[in-house]
């Protein structure tokens, strides 16, 4: 049986998820690291 957890926390803005994407795409591990620990 699938099971799917509700959304508990909409904290982090579009614009933070659109930076740490590029980031990834970019194969920045430390960009993205920055991103995603300074969004917290």
């Not at 509700?6 to 430390?30: C, F, G, H, M, T």
């Amino acid at each position: 049986m699938a099971t799917t957890a509700a959304v508990l926390n909409e904290s982090a803005p579009s614009a933070e998820y659109a930076r740490l994407e590029e980031r990834v795409i970019a194969r920045d591990q430390k960009g993205a690291s920055d991103v995603l620990y300074s969004s917290s």
